[in-house]
């Protein structure tokens, strides 16, 4: 039996829970996008392929660690 003041969703809705799907599948996109203009590109692009994964490598960590903390 359960309290009638427990919530029946222990998760709480916040962005990082609403929008995790759309995230994952745009950061991985951007992934390989990184991927390729680094692989294919020419100076330029090597550069924006390079610096565009460490970008993603920095979101990865941040989205986690907001994701732990419930925002």
Known sequence: MSDVDEPDDPIPKTWTTRYRIPIAVGTG??????FWLLFTGG???????GVGLAALVVWVFVFQTL???GY
Do not use: D
């Open 29 to 34: 996109f951007l992934t390989a996008l990184c």
């Open 67 to 69: 994701y732990r903390r």
């Open 43 to 49: 100076t330029t692009a090597k550069w924006i392929g």
